[in-house]
T-cell receptor, first 120, second 114 residues
Framework: AQTVTQSQPEMSVQEAETVTLSCTYDTSENNYYLFWYKQPPSRQMILVIRQEAYKQQNATENRFSVNFQKAAKSFSLKISDSQLGDTAMYFCAFMISFNAGGTSYGKLTFGQGTILTVHP | DGGITQSPKYLFRKEGQNVTLSCEQNLNHDAMYWYRQDPGQGLRLIYYSQIVNDFQKGDIAEGYSVSREKKESFPLTVTSAQKNPTAFYLC?????????????FGEGSWLTVV
């Protein structure tokens, strides 16, 4: 079974500064996908960034980037130039995806989340 | 616009009642999922369906039931056997093939037992 651990229940950062959220996972699989989702007070789950395990290059999306360390099974999220709108719960998630008989299979396993507060 | 629509947004259930949460998607996605979220917690998988007329139990399926008669629809019934149903419920879907490695979510439904 796959597990995802987020060891920081809460984090805070000043506006315009940089913050890093931690995530570790456990799996015996070699091919998988990792995600960071953001959940603001509206409760909508918003995809922030995605990383394929077979890619060595770390994914980036504007102010968001990851530090993917496959051997250490670590997947941290760095938010640069933090904005007030970044205040939210952030979830790390893991998925194994495979095709069988023409059907694609996969399901997400989530960590417990980190509440990030950006202060003005 | 393409997306995932959940209804109702808020639902109140009396003790002993069954209630059904609706989830519809027009993304032409094969796979659909139901997750439950309790306050301050992560998401736990209730049921998922990879294709029409097929579905599997997730980690917390007891007290819930689903159907997948159409590709677009994956309703979740919360039965009276679910002893603590008050929670936020999220429906999600995933596309086929190489585009299917990301899961997208609806806006969620709040269920409260009164």
């Amino acid at each position: 079974a796959q597990t995802v651990t987020q060891s920081q229940p809460e984090m805070s950062v000043q506006e315009a500064e940089t913050v890093t959220l931690s995530c570790t996972y456990d799996t015996s699989e070699n091919n998988y996908y990792l995600f960071w989702y953001k959940q603001p007070p509206s409760r909508q789950m918003i995809l922030v960034i995605r990383q394929e395990a077979y890619k060595q290059q770390n994914a980036t999306e504007n102010r968001f980037s990851v530090n993917f360390q496959k051997a250490a099974k670590s997947f941290s999220l760095k938010i640069s130039d933090s904005q007030l709108g970044d205040t939210a719960m952030y979830f790390c998630a893991f998925m194994i995806s495979f095709n069988a008989g023409g059907t694609s299979y996969g399901k997400l396993t989530f960590g417990q989340g980190t509440i990030l507060t950006v202060h003005p | 616009d393409g997306g995932i629509t959940q209804s109702p947004k808020y639902l109140f259930r009396k003790e002993g009642q069954n209630v059904t949460l609706s989830c519809e998607q027009n993304l032409n996605h094969d796979a659909m999922y139901w997750y439950r979220q309790d306050p301050g917690q992560g998401l736990r998988l209730i049921y998922y369906s990879q294709i029409v007329n097929d579905f599997q139990k997730g980690d917390i399926a007891e007290g819930y039931s689903v159907s997948r008669e159409k590709k677009e629809s994956f309703p979740l019934t919360v039965t009276s056997a679910q002893k603590n149903p008050t929670a936020f419920y999220l429906c999600a879907s995933r596309g086929p093939g190489n585009s299917g490695n990301t899961i997208y979510f609806g806006e969620g439904s709040w269920l409260t037992v009164v």
